[in-house]
């Protein structure tokens, strides 16, 4: 089984029991992103991908699904996890999500 052949049973849960989202494949945890609640704000720790299924997109997914779901619940991001500052490098336009960090000068608009 590859994660390519699963694209269609991909789905990201947030899971607060465990302060973790998790990708599930076909509906078993292929990786998180764990996570620690702060002040209105969202500080992402550490995010891993089973091995078996790196470098078939599943982290990207998961940051995305993460980032979306810290914006629609306003709360600010702290990306202590490389890997989410690295996605948000990115990808600028979760850029204003970060805690202080304007990483692009505001343009007139
Ligand atoms: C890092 C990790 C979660 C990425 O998961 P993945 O499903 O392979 O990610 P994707 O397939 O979406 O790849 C996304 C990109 O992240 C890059 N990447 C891999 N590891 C990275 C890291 N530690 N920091 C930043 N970027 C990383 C990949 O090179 C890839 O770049 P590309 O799209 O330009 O090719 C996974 O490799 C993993 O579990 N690694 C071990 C644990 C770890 O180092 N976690 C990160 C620090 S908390």
Request: glycine share 8%.
């Amino acid at each position: 089984m590859s994660a390519d052949a699963q694209v269609q049973d991909i789905r990201v849960l947030d899971n607060p029991e465990r302060s973790r989202f998790e990708i599930l494949l076909a509906g078993s945890v292929a990786g998180f992103a764990s996570y620690r609640l702060r002040d209105g704000a969202i500080v992402f720790r550490h995010t891993e991908v089973d091995p078996r299924f790196e470098g078939h997109g599943l982290g990207s997914r998961l940051a995305a699904a993460a980032l979306d779901n810290a914006r629609q619940r306003n709360l600010a991001v702290v990306p202590n996890c490389p890997f989410i500052a690295a996605y948000i490098a990115e990808h600028p336009k979760y850029a204003d999500l970060v805690q202080g960090g304007h990483t692009q000068p505001r343009g007139n608009h």
